[in-house]
């Protein structure tokens, strides 16, 4: 816990509002923050036991401001396993977010479609995961401060958010689909025999990212509202080699569109109250004995 609210406390000294909303920003979609009415941005190297984003397209900032009336904080560049990061690593951020007063989660991502009927470009709102990547954030000494041993994961996103992002969708025109996630750790792409086990498991679309920062979310007892845009087809009978480029050329496209979304979801919140659901605001010289264990960047390999 130390080592999550000395970050806590270097973010509030920019002097920024305390932030409803904490808002996640994947491969290909940092054009949101530009929709944001800065206040502070800092760069993660620059705030203690971040970890410094290595993925093309991440500029690695946290930006602080407001997004549609509604005080936000956002991460401008993710972290993943196969960037040599622990999971704890990972989530550090988020758990950051909480603690600075942010007591829901909005998370983008790219990811690939393997439901046949979808497209590139398309935007799916996600109603479930699957986590394939071994391995939680939660493992190790539990953080009490922060939320229970064995946190329920029943409804991992918020219904209403979903319902919130489907109406103001409808409202802009926007197509959006609704479907299941499933996070493998990367780096490489799957394979054809892969791909037929993900579908026939359940999913309708994988990635590498969004089920760590969930799990961290839903810990601390906050809403989530997860949007990914699919930015290749994964068809096993019909499968081209992967174009990074493309992929992220196919999300930038699509950034238009997911900000509407966000931002609309975001501006019915401006009217509900902000709910702090059991956590103090940082203070100085608290620590948990059982530590917060994200580690330094630094001591850890980066791929």
């Not at 309708?204 to 799990?215: A, R």
């Not at 601390?220 to 096993?236: E, F, G, K, N």
Request: one cysteine or more; glycine letters at 10%.
């Amino acid at each position: 816990m130390d080592r999550i609210r000395e970050a806590a406390l270097a973010v509030q000294s920019r002097g920024a509002a305390a932030p409803r909303v904490g808002i996640i920003l994947g491969t290909g979609l940092g054009g949101l923050a530009d929709a944001i009415e800065v206040d502070a941005a800092i760069d993660y190297e620059d705030l203690p036991h971040f970890p410094v984003s290595t993925v093309m397209s991440h500029q690695g900032k946290l930006i602080l401001g407001t997004l549609s009336g509604v005080p936000v904080v956002a991460m401008q560049g993710r972290f993943h396993r196969y960037e040599g990061y622990s999971h704890q690593q990972i989530v550090f951020p988020v758990r950051v977010m909480r603690l600075l007063g942010a007591d829901t989660l909005i998370v983008s991502a790219a990811c690939g479609g393997m439901n046949p009927l979808w497209s590139p470009g398309d935007l799916v709102v996600l109603d479930d995961h699957i986590n394939f990547m071994g391995d939680s954030p939660l493992i190790g000494p539990n953080l009490d401060e922060l939320g229970p041993r064995f946190p329920d994961m029943s409804v991992p996103y918020d219904r209403e958010l979903r319902d919130a992002a489907a109406a103001v969708a409808m409202e802009q025109r926007i197509a959006v689909r609704h479907g299941v996630y499933v996070a493998v750790p990367g780096p490489q792409l799957e394979t054809r025999a892969e791909y037929r086990m993900l579908r026939a498991m359940g999913a309708d679309v994988v990635g590498m990212s969004t089920v760590p920062e969930v799990i961290a979310a839903r810990h601390m007892d906050m809403r989530v509202l997860a949007i990914a845009v699919i930015t290749d087809q994964c068809l096993p009978d019909a499968l081209d080699e992967v174009d990074i480029e493309r992929i992220i050329a196919t999300a930038t496209a699509a950034g238009p569109k997911l900000t509407r979304v966000v931002a609309g979801v975001v501006s019915r919140m401006a009217d509900e109250p902000a709910v702090l659901r059991g956590l103090d605001t940082p203070a100085a010289g608290q620590a948990h004995p059982a530590g917060e264990g994200a580690g330094d960047p630094a001591s850890e390999p980066v791929s």
